[in-house]
């Protein structure tokens, strides 16, 4: 199968280009790193100008776009505005110019993001039932932008008037991979450097899928033909943050620290500019379909999968 990977440069995008390449398929990267060297075949892509890399796509069994993200980071309400409107411009992009060609992908998979969902406490958010984030009792005005960005562009994408394609929205949790820059680095700094207490009261859900399970899940959905819309990828082994944290901070023999007033810990935070949706918002949700359609997580223990990481970074120095 040929396989194109929009914003395939970054995290999920190399995931998923391994995943391709050790079953035998082709691939091809667009980024706009000019410098940049990975896995597959690279092509310069900047989502403004399609004359330059729309032939790509023509014909293309697989179409990954991974072009608007997750934003971990603090952002005044001033930049909120310009940030969203950034991030979907090159989904924008995308579905202006996918009805030129005339043999579109067979499959487009839209990277999407669990924050679409509200914050959550009680039962956990499915794709059927699960309410979408913004404004909700007990939330704060940052985390909505966590789920403006993906509300938007998975709108803009099921919008399209498009025959023939297959669409795919992935609202993808933290997925815990040992690299210095992903998620499990990141938590682990706030949560075992910044911050040594309880985030709140504790009750937050932290919802995660490890990189072979995110990998193994992407696979599955493109060789399950009846597989359309959006799709939950995260484990079903969710935590409290009071435990998930606590995981780490044993693995790390960290002792627990006291528990700062909620002004305090938004002032760490901002601090570090880390946004304290990271560890606050409760990210209850379900895998609902993804279980329904036959799926088997590899990887469903926090503690087993938060040593490995811990162990492979370590070995990496």
């Not at 691939?27 to 900047?46: A, C, E, Q, S």
């Not at 279980?291 to 469903?300: K, V």
Request: net charge neutral.
């Amino acid at each position: 199968m040929r396989a194109v990977i929009a914003g395939g440069s970054g995290l999920l995008g190399q995931l998923v280009a391994a995943a391709l390449l050790e079953r035998g398929d082709e691939v091809t990267i667009l980024t706009r790193r000019k410098t940049w060297r990975g896995l597959g075949r690279v092509v310069l892509w900047n989502p403004a100008e399609p004359d330059s890399w729309l032939p790509e796509l023509e014909g293309a069994d697989l179409f990954f776009d991974f072009a608007s993200g997750r934003i971990p980071r603090f952002h005044a309400p001033a930049e909120r505005a310009g940030l969203i409107a950034e991030r979907v411009a090159a989904t924008a992009a995308i579905c202006g110019a996918m009805p030129r060609l005339s043999r579109p992908p067979r499959v487009w998979f839209h990277g999407s993001s669990a924050d679409i969902y509200a914050h959550n406490l009680g039962l956990p958010a499915g794709e059927t039932l699960g309410l979408f984030g913004g404004g909700e009792p007990g939330s704060s005005p940052s985390w909505d932008l966590g789920a403006d960005v993906p509300y938007a562009s998975e709108r803009l994408v099921n919008e399209l008037q498009l025959a023939g394609v297959r669409r795919i929205a992935l609202r993808t949790a933290f997925v815990m991979e040992p690299s210095a820059t992903g998620y499990y680095a990141l938590l682990r700094r706030i949560g075992c450097e910044l911050y040594r207490g309880d985030f709140g009261d504790g009750r937050a859900q932290v919802s995660w899928i490890s990189a072979r399970d995110f990998a193994r899940a992407v696979l599955f959905l493109a060789d399950h033909a009846e597989a359309s819309g959006p799709f939950n990828l995260v484990s079903p082994g969710g935590l409290a943050s009071a435990d998930f944290f606590g995981v780490m901070r044993a693995l790390d023999g960290v002792q627990p620290g006291y528990t700062l007033k909620p002004w305090m810990f938004e002032l760490a935070c901002r601090w570090k500019r880390y946004d304290t949706g990271l560890v606050l918002k409760s990210r209850k949700v379900a895998p609902e379909r993804l279980t329904e359609l036959g799926f088997t997580f590899s990887d469903r223990e926090w503690s087993l999968v938060a040593a490995a990481l811990r162990d492979a970074m370590a070995a990496r120095g």
